[in-house]
């Protein structure tokens, strides 16, 4: 029995694969982890509530948000009128305290990455998506998602540190870098968000 021509499929089902993952390395899915050399902290008891979809959110107004991590503080002005659940969303868990002693797990040359309760990539819920009109340009604040357009990760935010226009309609914009874009540009995968406050 000739074996090439199975071994031939396989090879090229293999790349396939492999070319669908390294496509998407340059958009903040919420699946692509860095972890390397990083000590991942324990989630509160806050954090794993929230793993398991027992957080229980209020409307929380906000207009602005101060980020305060290991190498300085990064203030947001926040999106509520064009994304008024995912700016409830994240003023909630950040007066809870859920973000405190998260790390930004994914750091590269246009884009940092933290909010993940599990500190790989992998965690946080679902949120639905809230597209709008606003660019990604640099300082801009988004939201990770998967492959489903419609649904968000519900706590893994990034910040472009260049303009990104191919992130532009797909993902949910929520803020804008007001000030701290050299915090931004300093971050290394593991750096600490201390807190956040908002206001």
């Known amino acids: 029995m000739n074996k090439a021509p199975y071994i031939i499929i396989g090879i090229l089902l293999i790349g396939a694969v492999i070319s669908i993952f390294m ?24 954090q794993q509530n929230d793993i398991l979809g027992e957080e229980t959110q209020e409307v929380v107004t906000a207009s602005s948000a101060a980020i305060v991590t290991t190498k300085g503080e990064i203030v947001i002005e926040l999106f ?31 884009v940092v990455q933290g909010g993940d309760p599990l500190g790989t990539g992998m965690g946080g819920g679902q949120i639905p998506t809230e597209l709008n009109n606003n660019p990604f340009i640099r300082g801009s604040v988004g939201v990770a998602r998967g492959g489903n357009i419609q649904v968000s990760n519900d706590s893994q935010f990034f910040i472009t540190k260049i303009d990104s226009p191919h992130l532009d309609g797909q993902y949910t914009n929520f803020g804008q870098v007001s000030s701290g874009l050299e915090v931004v540009d300093s971050l290394e995968i593991g750096d600490k968000i201390i807190s956040i406050t908002v206001n």
Not at 28 to 34: E, K, W, Y
Not at 81 to 103: C, E, H, I, Q, R
């Open 80 to 110: 509520p009128d064009a994304a008024p659940n995912t700016v409830n969303n994240f003023a909630n868990k950040s007066v809870n305290g859920f973000y405190d002693n998260l790390t930004f797990h994914r750091v590269e040359d246009w």
């Open 23 to 46: 496509s998407n390395n340059n958009e903040p899915n919420f699946d692509l982890a860095q972890t390397e050399n990083q000590n991942i902290p324990s989630p509160t008891q806050s």
